[in-house]
């Protein structure tokens, strides 16, 4: 069995496993990484040989760290990547190639829904009604979407966001607020099985599931990097930043927003954004705009979204789709009994 892992900025990893009475019998551990001493590879090898076909990524890399000489130097990947890789060859682990993702790319409708659309559809895919998604988000309406975590006081001005004639939705992930206006940014959400990250921590699965969408910016000439733990940013300062959910049901949900062209003045009137932040953001003054993607492609929001999609359909398997009714209307509801709701917006005041 065979199992491959390319590491986000590093090489590929490749494993052949053999087993028997669920013990790992044979490994052979491969790819275009440097590795010194040549004599630390049977180290590696011998160090996956012995182990149950049950161990996890950590024990995998705790008995390659364990074996390695003292003076061993890993180029390109490390001893998790491999039990990835090992992993993967095992049947435990998923790949891209392994799924077909559902693309959405709809009409614009109230940016709450798409929050809402956030807890609905990963249930809908661990139910195995839906494939794996890549949706992008459109809306007709101003909103700020908090953090899950974020203070509403501390970083929201109620009296500026309804002078603005905005509204405020906590979303189910961490990180920071987002600053919502009709075509000020692109928002894309992923939803996949856990299986796809399995073994990765937050740090790495973020990189491993923001990878495409570095190649996808290379494309229209943006050359981005990941910032840890959820940032993407360019030789220009950020572009955007990404939050995460893992789903006890099995699957993953990772959005990404990355700022087009924000009015900094409406944002630092309705967010409560320090200095510090702000430069952050990649801007030095509020008389500026916050607009990285359209100045450093020179593209419409529109031509950017669609040569993700081009992108991500030459990359992967992929089938256009769109929201269903019921979905449309479990969203709805939320949005009524929770996301719309006070307690839910207020539950850290």
């Known amino acids: 069995m065979r199992g491959e892992f390319k590491v986000p900025g590093g090489k590929l990893v490749a494993v052949d496993v053999e087993t028997r009475d669920g013990t790992i019998t044979t490994a052979h551990v491969s790819g275009d990484f440097f590795l010194e001493p040549d004599s630390a590879l049977e180290a590696i090898n011998a160090a996956i040989r012995g182990l149950p076909a049950s161990a996890s990524v950590s024990e995998i890399a705790e008995s390659i760290t364990r074996s390695l000489p003292d003076d061993a130097v890993l180029v390109g990947f490390t001893p998790e990547s491999v039990g990835i890789a090992v992993r993967r060859a095992l049947g435990h682990a998923s790949t891209w190639d392994d799924h077909e993702f559902e693309i959405i790319h709809s009409a614009p409708f109230h940016p709450a829904l798409h929050v809402a659309l956030d807890e609905v559809l990963p249930h809908e895919v661990a139910a195995g009604r839906r494939r794996p998604i890549l949706r992008f988000w459109e809306w007709d309406a101003p909103l700020v979407v908090m953090g899950s975590f974020q203070s509403l006081r501390n970083e929201i001005d109620t009296e500026a966001l309804e002078r603005r004639g905005m509204t405020v939705v906590r979303r189910i992930t961490g990180g920071g607020a987002m600053f919502m206006e009709a075509g000020n940014c692109i928002t894309y959400s992923l939803v996949a099985p856990t299986s796809l990250v399995d073994g990765m921590s937050f740090e790495q699965s973020y990189a491993f599931l923001d990878s495409w969408v570095m190649d996808a910016l290379a494309e229209i000439g943006v050359k981005a990097r990941y910032v ?24 993953v949900l990772h959005h990404v927003t990355m700022a087009y062209d924000i009015d900094a003045d409406a944002m ?3 967010l409560r954004i320090g200095r510090e932040k702000l430069s952050d953001k990649g801007t030095k003054s509020a008389n500026k705009r916050v607009d990285p993607m359209r100045s450093q492609t020179g593209m ?10 081009a992108h991500f359909e030459r990359t992967h398997r992929t089938v256009r789709s769109d929201y269903t009714p019921e ?14 709701t006070p307690e839910w917006t207020a539950r850290i005041p």
């Open 327 to 340: 979905e449309m209307a479990k969203a709805q509801e939320l949005v009524r009994t929770k996301f719309g």
């Open 300 to 309: 419409e929001r529109e031509a950017i979204i669609e040569s993700f999609i």
């Open 268 to 270: 630092l009137d309705v």
């Open 228 to 251: 840890p733990l959820n940032d993407i940013a360019s030789e220009a300062g950020k572009i955007g930043g990404a939050a995460q959910r893992r789903f006890a049901s099995g699957v």
